[in-house]
């Protein structure tokens, strides 16, 4: 039996419900203070928005966007254990705009999808060393809408990012182990102009 762990929604429409999730490798959500000062910085976008959320894990990013506002959100997850979860918080909450689906991230990023996304977050397990792929991933495929923010979460230690030239850093903060930063997306071609 694997062993059990809590997050808990910050605020909106499910303000202080908890969620379980399993204990798996690699999986470590975004803690309460990061997720505070995270969606602090989204406020002003995450109404009506539509969410990617990849390496989703206990869910912890979704269902908060989805708690304050968000319109709609895709999670993807591998882990059977963490899907089995994602899916039954979302029959607990009754999140009927979240899609999850089984999948490496790697593989799903490589096709273009039916329409981009508002915001992305991107947290994947940091002994993967993920990001920079992932990230360019969603430039080339048109994943990301004109104007979309990106949340990436990576280790304060071990940091070889490289995010696409076209990002540009609206905030950072660093806890204890983790370095945060909400990027925001300009068009390539906006970049010569």
Partial sequence: MTARQRVRIIAGKWRSRLLTF????????????????LFNWLAPNIAGSSCLDLFSGS????????????????????????????????????????????????????????????????????ELNLLTQVCALLEANHWLASNSLIYCELSARHNSFAPPANWRVARSKTAGEVHYILYSRIEPAALFE
Avoid: M, W, Y
Wanted: aromatic share 4%.
């Fill in 22 to 37: 399993p204990t798996v490798q690699g999986l470590r959500p975004t803690g309460d203070r990061i997720r505070e000062t």
């Fill in 59 to 126: 869910g912890a990013l979704c269902f908060e966007a989805l708690s304050r506002g968000a319109a709609e959100c895709l999670a993807l997850e591998q882990n059977p254990q963490a899907l089995a979860t994602l899916t039954a918080n979302k029959t607990l909450l009754g999140a009927a705009e979240l899609t999850i689906r089984r999948a490496d991230t790697v593989s799903h990023l490589s096709k273009r999808p039916d329409k981009p996304f508002d915001i992305a977050f991107i947290d994947p397990p940091f």
